[in-house]
């Protein structure tokens, strides 16, 4: 049984930081392609970043670029997503997938083209300017 849970939102002013940390038990990162989504009120959701860890083809959003890095800690069986320079747009409930099968890119992951089996409950992110 995979089980994904993400922590670390918050509310935070413009301008600062915040790690997501996603667990996902059952799962060797290194087989498998994970994810961050975001979703805000009425909008779609959006693929933040996506790695596929076989290939190490990782993909991050425009909007987040240079400011997400998305990476792991093996030894906890944890992925991050450090947030810099927050924007009041980033504002979102933030959810992580996990088990994706290691085929496709990280861009093709975020592109909602093919679906992660496991999902976590997500993390609110609530940027004030």
């Known amino acids: 049984q995979v089980q994904v849970v993400e922590s670390g939102g918050g509310l935070v002013q413009e301008g600062r930081s915040l790690r997501l940390s996603c667990t996902a038990s059952g799962l060797t990162f290194d087989d498998y392609a994970m994810g961050w989504f975001r979703q805000a009120p009425g909008k779609e959701r959006e693929g933040v970043s996506c790695v596929n860890w076989r290939s190490g083809s990782a993909y991050y959003a425009d909007s987040v670029k240079g400011r997400f890095t998305i990476s792991r800690d093996n030894t906890k069986n944890t992925l991050y997503l450090q947030m810099n320079s927050l924007k009041p747009e980033d504002t979102a409930m933030y959810f992580c997938?996990?088990?994706?099968?290691?085929?496709?890119?990280?861009?093709?992951?975020?592109?909602?083209?093919?679906?992660?089996?496991?999902w976590g409950q997500g993390t609110q992110v609530t940027v004030s300017s």
């Open positions: 997938a996990a088990g994706g099968r290691a085929y496709y890119s990280g861009a093709y992951y975020c592109s909602g083209k093919t679906d992660f089996p496991y």
